[in-house]
């Protein structure tokens, strides 16, 4: 490029565009839903709508840029201490600030694939490299073969469990061990962005395997079972120094007053929040068991969303569940991942799958 254009990295190259899911537009009047970003259909409690409400009163004054109050409730609520949270803009954007910290050009980040679309373009842009290691033929983690690719040059590792967009969860023994085989100086970040739905209880807790592991960061959120994807509120739970590392790659004022007060509130009416939760764990067992009563081979969901399998046939499914106003998110080629949102939403989807079979 001649001397007076700017230049931009050359990994910029290779970064997707990430596409947002937007709900149909229908002429004939008829609802639109959208089951394509793994959101919860709930509107918001009247009390956590009020504390943000009553937040952006203030919108004249940045946020605690140390977000104090949010700190110390998530201490309260996980019994951790404060040098061991951070809060970004999304774990998206802890993810992001991890990875800054860490890597660069001629490092490897090992992560099982196909998972979370944002991992490719958050290691592209440190200029890092991706090594993905293909998900088993259950779409699970195959841990085996992502200790074989591990090298000297291998500096994070990103597990997402439960697994987005396959849904499922990983085991407990399956996960110690991998923990134990990988060197103590490759970081391994445990993404439960999922957790609350998950309802197998052979699995351990983030939080439990981080205390004596200081490799070992999690990272979770306020977006899925807490309702609150549009402020944008995710934290992470680690070792002080890990977590230091974090903080000092944060944008100043990332997470806004009205995003700190809603999730200190949801906090506040978790049990509440957790209901919604238990029932959409439920509307999710109607639904993978309506896909199988359909014939359809649906791997386990431990999630808010499921995945169908479709390979080529994956666009024209999506856009026939898109033509009864659903929206989901295909991955051409590969399937289509379908949240568990509003009954009606999941009964127009189900009802596209079943045809689909016969
Ligand atoms: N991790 C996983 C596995 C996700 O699916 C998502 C959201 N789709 C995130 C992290 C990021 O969530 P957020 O930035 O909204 O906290």
């Given at each position: 490029t001649p001397d007076n254009e700017v230049r931009f990295r050359a990994c910029l190259d290779d970064v997707a565009a990430y596409k947002p899911g937007r709900p149909p537009e229908r002429s004939d009047g008829r609802p639109t839903y959208k089951l394509s970003s793994n959101e919860n259909p709930y509107p918001p409690l009247p009390g956590v709508l009020a504390a943000a409400t009553e937040a952006a009163a203030q919108m004249n004054r940045y946020p605690d840029m140390a977000a104090v109050d949010l700190l110390e409730a998530l201490s309260d609520r996980f019994g951790v201490p404060v040098s061991d949270l951070a809060v970004g803009t999304g774990s998206v954007a802890l993810l992001y600030h991890l990875l800054q910290a860490t890597v660069a050009e001629g490092d490897e980040v090992v992560y099982a694939w196909r998972s979370f679309e944002a991992y490719p373009i958050a290691v592209q842009l440190t200029g890092a490299t991706s090594v993905k290691v293909p998900l088993t033929a259950e779409a699970r983690h195959d841990f085996k073969a992502m200790e074989a690719a591990i090298t000297d040059r291998t500096k994070v590792v990103l597990v997402c469990t439960p697994n987005n967009p396959t849904g499922p969860v990983v085991r407990r023994d399956e996960l110690l061990a991998f923990l134990d085989a990988v060197p103590s100086n490759v970081l391994v970040v445990i993404d439960e962005a999922y957790r609350e739905f998950v309802r197998e209880t052979d699995v351990v807790d983030g939080v439990e395997l981080y205390r004596d592991r200081p490799n070992v960061l999690v990272l979770r959120t306020f977006s899925k079972a807490y309702g609150l994807a549009g402020f944008r509120v995710g934290y992470a739970i680690g070792h002080p120094a890990v977590v230091g590392a974090i903080r000092k790659c944060a944008l100043p004022f990332g997470?806004?007053?009205?995003?700190?007060?809603?999730?200190?509130?949801?906090?506040?009416?978790?049990?509440?929040?957790?209901?919604?939760?238990?029932?959409?764990?439920?509307?999710?067992?109607?639904?993978?068991?309506?896909l199988q009563a359909a014939g359809w081979d649906v791997p386990e969901s431990q999630t808010n969303f499921v995945w169908l399998e479709l390979g080529e046939d994956t666009v024209r499914f999506a856009e026939a569940v898109q033509a009864e106003g659903v929206s989901v998110r295909p991955f051409p080629g590969e399937g289509v991942r379908v949240t568990i949102g509003e009954r009606e939403a999941n009964d127009l989807f189900l009802n596209v799958a079943r045809t689909w079979r016969q």
């Open positions: 997470v806004s007053y009205v995003a700190q007060a809603a999730a200190i509130a949801s906090l506040g009416v978790e049990e509440e929040l957790l209901e919604r939760v238990d029932a959409l764990v439920e509307e999710r067992q109607r639904v993978v068991s309506a």
